[in-house]
């Protein structure tokens, strides 16, 4: 199996990309792009441009094989910039930033990172910003149906499989968090927001994308967790100091084989931060995953990716002993909460879905964010 190019943050239903780019003219555009670039520089073939049927809902994903001067096909992935009438999930998308940390995360690490061979600032070519990596095979955990439902290859796995997938993905985490780099070369990962620090810097840029997501209407839920995260800052953590963060980590982002990562993708919400801004992800968004199957009847993955056991092979990994994770697992469900309600209006907008009577029920775990905070 093939999957490739996962995104930001899964969606509630089955409608996984919406674009309003006509293929064929992608393809057309794409090749002639690709001729004139220097280490190419002659006629290039792309016989056919596909959107993935896998994970994601932000950036556009285009899966194409190109060939040129009589060489082998060679398999590629390109990512665009969202269409403004698409609909997008955040309001800005940086793909120089992604390029930035993904060569950087791929020579200072051992994480398989997608080796990216171009990267084209200018909008004249396909109508948008866009870089182009290499294609890894493997396999992504699924959002649709999620992983932990009953007939995935993730729930049909031995015990012992998913404690490999889980243990790699751990490391995973331990090699992108050990990446050496002066604070120069990491500075363009600092979010731009008002802030003494880098994590709370990250804090008022979630606030402000949480008010940008809710426009005219209130989600309670999510501004009580805020005021709770204010009033229970992780000092501990934040001393500990600020390493290079995946952002999106968690396994909805990883290609495997063989239970073996093969892929580290999407880098979309990359920064600098303590390092439990990622376990605290990790974590919660597993336990996002196992509510939807326990809602459902099911009985989820109970021994896979829990707090106490990916808490304590980090720290056997890194040296480094989790802090303030209560703090972190809270507010990556508060930003997840931020995300779900774009996400679901997404769906109203593309007319999937109607427009909840409550609008706090655009988050569909609102209930865990409110046992969390309480």
């Not at 016989?47 to 556009?60: I, K, L, T, W, Y």
């Not at 992983?147 to 015990?159: E, I, K, L, N, Q």
């Not at 909460?337 to 029920?361: K, Q, Y």
Request: hydrophobic share 40%.
């Amino acid at each position: 199996m093939t999957s490739e190019a996962t995104d930001d943050g899964p969606p509630p239903a089955d409608h996984l990309n919406t674009s309003t780019r006509d293929e064929e003219d992608l393809r057309l555009r794409l090749e002639a792009w690709l001729g004139q670039r220097p280490d190419v520089a002659q006629e290039a073939r792309i016989d056919q441009v596909v959107r993935p049927e896998a994970n994601g809902m932000s950036s556009e994903t285009l899966l194409f094989d190109a060939s040129w001067g009589g060489s082998q096909q060679q398999r590629f992935v390109a990512r665009l910039r969202p269409a403004a009438d698409a609909f997008p999930v955040f309001p800005t998308y940086d793909l120089e930033r992604q390029v930035r940390v993904m060569r950087l995360v791929g020579e200072r690490s051992t994480a398989p990172v997608p080796r990216v061979r171009w990267y084209e600032p200018d909008d004249g070519p396909l109508g948008a910003e866009f870089f182009v990596m290499d294609r890894v095979e493997g396999q992504v955990p699924p959002d649709v149906m999620p992983y932990v439902f009953d007939g995935s290859w993730v729930s049909d796995a031995t015990p012992e499989q998913r404690a490999q997938l889980q243990a790699r993905s751990v490391d995973l985490l331990a090699a992108i968090h050990g990446v050496e780099a002066t604070p120069e070369e990491t500075a363009f990962l600092d979010t731009v927001a008002s802030g003494s620090t880098p994590l709370r810097r990250h804090f008022e840029q979630e606030r402000a994308y949480y008010d940008w997501v809710r426009g005219d209407v209130r989600l309670p839920v999510i501004e009580r967790a805020f005021d709770w995260l204010e009033a229970h800052w992780p000092e501990e953590a934040e001393a500990a100091g600020n390493v290079v963060c995946w952002g999106d980590a968690r396994i909805g982002n990883v290609l495997y084989q063989d239970f073996e990562p093969q892929a580290v993708l999407d880098w979309e919400m990359a920064t600098l931060a303590p390092r439990e801004l990622d376990v605290g992800w990790f974590i919660f968004l597993h336990r996002f995953f196992d509510d939807i199957a326990a809602d459902f009847g099911m009985a989820g993955l109970p021994d896979f990716l829990q707090r106490d056991a990916v808490a304590a092979q980090y720290a056997e990994r890194t040296g480094h002993e989790p802090r303030d994770l209560d703090w972190f697992i809270t507010y990556a469900a508060t930003r997840h909460g931020s995300i779900m309600a774009r996400t679901m209006g997404r769906r109203v907008h593309f007319g999937e879905a109607e427009m909840p009577d409550d609008p706090e029920e655009m988050v569909m775990h609102r209930k865990t964010i409110a046992t969390l905070i309480e």
